[in-house]
DNA sequence: CAATACACATACGCTGCGTATGTGAAATTT
DNA sequence: AAATTTCACATACGCAGCGTATGTGTATTG
């Protein structure tokens, strides 16, 4: 059975993730007293150091959270779409206006890369940007897309998506620049295709 | 004239910027001591707070610079091309080409985003991104490229190359996965061009 | 030459992280 | 089921590092 002590464990755990990723998403990461952060989820710094050996370790843990939930909006957008490209391309989309929310941008894309290094090296970022990478090679074994490295292919997408979202989370108006970026990303991805269509 | 006072003082921030940047580089931000970084420069954390008002206005002087720096060998790459189309690519590539700095990768491309924020808000940013804006605005102009958002292209352009400088920083063998990178970014590019070449 | 300004050094306090140690409740042992 | 052990978390301590307030010597000004 599953002891009464791990499944405290796991609300303990589960309480010190939500604040904190209140706590870095508002304030920063370094800005971010771990004292009120744990104290806001009824704790303590012991608990923290307990379940995560340290404020790294739970960046690592919030990080590893929302990184799962975006690989799983873009593997629903992808499934939403019509053909292999156009699944490719909704997926970029949906990467893109992720990044919209503040907690993303921020934690994601701002102090993430800064705390724990690249994020091409994270855990579910490799997933993600696998799939992606097989999705490619796919689609130029099928003859739809020109013969280039997959991996490249991929990362550049990803980051051209990634410039876009940072891009739109930035402007005065987001709503107004969304439409233009997508465009724009669709019409550089096209760059990818064999042939105009 | 120039009097001595501000000579020196221009050779006081020179010191401390130096130091800032190999403190920064290979350190990162927040692991770099400021009691450190002064006294490598001779000085001490009086100097620092005179002259740049706290770590952060250091961080900023540092970016600045570097940033300069970038920009004057992107405008290089685009004068040595042929054609406007190709300065546009040769742009990027040397961007490509700086991110396997660790200097420029650590704290242009991880710490300088989380301390400063987004760095397409950032002066010198801004200044080549407004330039990249006007050429794919000229080649759009004289029919070369497709008619879309030349600041959303300009935009995702950057991203897609700043993305592949992540990739060739962070693998194992750099200059291995360069010709990949530059070949996917050229090919993702031509999605811009109005028809295949 | 006296007076002032100012660039930088020195000194202090406070915040915040990491660790070592304590504690009470759950789990195990016999 | 009582004693013992385990362990999740709290408490307490020490230290590093930032920001500020204050001191000092040299360059500038009248």
Redesign the interface.
């Known amino acids: 059975m599953a002891t009464k002590r791990a499944q405290k464990m796991e609300e303990t755990r589960a309480k010190l993730i939500r604040a904190a990723r209140e706590a870095f998403a508002t304030k ?3 800005a971010a007293s771990m004292d009120e952060l744990t104290a806001e989820a009824g704790l303590t710094r012991g608990a923290l150091y307990h379940n995560f050996g340290g404020k790294q370790g739970l960046m690592q843990a919030v990080v590893d959270q929302i990184d799962q939930e975006m690989v799983e909006r873009m593997l629903a957008a992808q499934a939403r779409a019509a053909s292999r490209w156009e699944g490719l391309l909704e997926e970029g989309v949906a990467y893109i206006e992720m990044a919209l929310e503040p907690e993303v941008q921020r934690i994601m ?3 993430g ?3 724990l ?5 994270w855990p579910n970022q490799n997933a993600c940007l696998l799939r992606t990478t097989q999705t490619i090679q796919a689609l130029i074994d099928e003859g739809t897309v ?1 013969p ?2 997959a ?3 991929a ?10 979202a ?2 739109i ?2 402007a005065e108006e987001p709503h107004a ?1 969304l439409p ?2 997508v ?3 669709r ?7 064999k ?2 269509g």
Not at 155 to 164: E, Q, S
Not at 187 to 193: D, R, S
Request: no cysteine; charged share 20%; hydrophobic share 55%.
């Open positions: 920063g990461y370094a894309l701002l102090d890369p800064a705390v290094g690249d994020p091409s090296q020109k280039v490295d991996e490249a292919a990362r550049l997408i990803n980051g051209a998506a990634l410039n876009a940072l891009w989370a930035a620049v233009k970026a465009e724009a990303f019409q550089l991805a096209t760059g990818l295709l042939a105009e």
